[in-house]
């Protein structure tokens, strides 16, 4: 898998990559993030720093969302051009509310989520959680998530208690005591207790019988996928090269991303990045039906929805550049 991406850089890098034509302006385009930056978006600001965008002709905005809440709402509106969110969250808002949108790429081939104990508390294996209090941020899905892993794992949700506190709170409980396992991103929350010299077991939301779906998505409305087609291929062949270049040189990929964004140069960021590399293997790919039908039956049986749709209301794979996968997406 690795050769593949190391193949497609090397093809990329020595003069097939599409470049944009002298004096030609390029092209402007919006993209909100689900979240502040951080480095579960390398690849978007490695596209953006390498010159992968602007080879495409897109002149490519990344913009922070002041309320993550809003940004798919705000993409179905045309006030930015493409979204990033989170696939349960896609998933919902159209069947819900019936957003004007659709996905047409992915960030991250697999979940980031799941739940995360300390060693030293003696929590172990997930059963250990039986009569503990966990901590999440987010409803109704996290309290849906964790059920289901704990019941699927063999602990009644009943014998559980589930604590609901800001975001910003959650890890500061974990380590005082006050919880004893909180919802956690795989890539940041377990360095942060290692940072604080503690022993993080993660337990991950698929390997406990969660869905495995794509953890975020591109989304645009469908305006734009009808008035702009080549400008969706583009983006999407601009951030697949700088998937390439982190697959292929890591290290590298790591210095660009931090020139990008040197206010992250921290040891938590740069630990972040490092186990965030495998999960980008795959994008911007993110059309296999038994994920996209997984999530839809979790949601489903969870009551946060109360129908199933069609999966070409979901998204679309019709933008993924052809001549980067020529054998399709890899598995």
Same mark, same amino acid.
């Given at each position: 898998?690795?050769?593949?991406?190391?193949?497609?850089?090397?093809?990329?890098?020595?003069?097939?990559?599409g470049?944009?034509?002298?004096?030609?302006?390029?092209?402007k385009?919006?993209?909100?993030?689900?979240?502040?930056?951080?480095?579960?978006h390398?690849?978007?600001?490695?596209?953006?720093q390498?010159g992968?965008?602007?080879?495409?002709g897109? &002149?490519?905005?990344?913009?922070?969302?002041?309320d993550?809440?809003?940004?798919?709402?705000?993409?179905?509106?045309?006030?930015?051009?493409?979204?990033?969110?989170?696939l349960?969250?896609?998933?919902?808002?159209?069947?819900?509310?019936?957003?004007p949108?659709?996905?047409f790429?992915?960030? /991250?081939?697999?979940?980031?989520g799941?739940l995360?104990?300390?060693?030293?508390?003696?929590?172990?294996?997930?059963?250990?959680?039986k009569?503990?209090?966990?901590?999440?941020?987010?409803?109704p899905?996290? =309290?849906?998530?964790?059920?289901?892993?704990?019941?699927?794992?063999?602990?009644?949700p009943?014998?559980?208690?589930?604590?609901?506190?800001?975001?910003?709170?959650?890890l500061?409980? /974990?380590?005082?005591?006050?919880?004893?396992?909180?919802?956690?991103?795989?890539?940041?929350?377990?360095?942060?207790?290692?940072?604080?010299?503690?022993?993080?077991?993660?337990?991950?939301?698929?390997?406990?019988?969660?869905?495995?779906?794509?953890?975020?998505?591109?989304?645009?409305?469908?305006?734009?996928?009808?008035?702009?087609?080549?400008?969706?291929?583009?983006?999407?062949?601009?951030?697949?090269?700088?998937?390439?270049?982190?697959?292929?040189d =890591?290290?590298?990929?790591?210095?660009?991303?931090?020139?990008?964004?040197?206010?992250?140069?921290?040891e938590?960021?740069?630990?972040?990045?490092?186990?965030?590399?495998s999960?980008?293997?795959?994008?911007?790919?993110m059309?296999?039906?038994?994920?996209?039908?997984?999530?839809?039956?979790f949601?489903? &049986?969870?009551?946060?929805?109360?129908?199933?749709?069609p999966?070409?209301?979901?998204?679309?794979?019709?933008?993924l550049?052809?001549?980067?996968?020529?054998?399709?997406?890899?598995?």
């Amino acid at each position: 898998m690795r050769t593949l991406g190391i193949v497609a850089v090397c093809v990329l890098l020595f003069g097939l990559a599409g470049i944009e034509p002298a004096g030609q302006q390029p092209e402007k385009i919006s993209l909100m993030l689900e979240f502040f930056a951080n480095p579960t978006h390398a690849p978007i600001f490695i596209a953006k720093q390498k010159g992968f965008f602007s080879q495409e002709g897109l &002149d490519v905005e990344i913009i922070a969302p002041s309320d993550p809440i809003q940004v798919p709402s705000l993409t179905a509106s045309g006030k930015v051009d493409i979204g990033l969110t989170n696939l349960l969250n896609h998933i919902i808002l159209r069947a819900t509310q019936d957003l004007p949108v659709l996905a047409f790429g992915g960030l /991250l081939r697999g979940p980031l989520g799941g739940l995360v104990a300390i060693k030293e508390r003696k929590i172990e294996k997930i059963t250990d959680l039986k009569g503990k209090k966990i901590g999440f941020s987010v409803e109704p899905i996290e =309290p849906a998530l964790y059920s289901t892993m704990l019941r699927k794992s063999g602990v009644d949700p009943k014998d559980v208690e589930l604590v609901k506190l800001d975001f910003e709170a959650l890890l500061p409980a /974990l380590l005082a005591g006050r919880l004893d396992a909180i919802g956690a991103f795989r890539n940041f929350e377990p360095v942060e207790v290692e940072l604080k010299g503690l022993t993080p077991v993660f337990f991950a939301q698929e390997a406990a019988g969660a869905p495995d779906y794509y953890e975020l998505v591109f989304i645009t409305r469908r305006e734009l996928i009808e008035k702009r087609p080549a400008t969706l291929k583009k983006f999407l062949r601009g951030l697949a090269r700088g998937i390439f270049f982190l697959m292929a040189d =890591p290290v590298e990929a790591k210095r660009v991303f931090f020139d990008a964004l040197p206010e992250l140069r921290d040891e938590l960021d740069q630990k972040s990045f490092d186990r965030t590399v495998s999960s980008f293997f795959g994008a911007p790919c993110m059309a296999e039906a038994i994920k996209w039908r997984a999530a839809q039956d979790f949601l489903v &049986d969870a009551r946060i929805v109360n129908r199933q749709l069609p999966l070409e209301s979901l998204y679309t794979d019709k933008f993924l550049p052809d001549d980067l996968f020529p054998r399709g997406c890899p598995r």
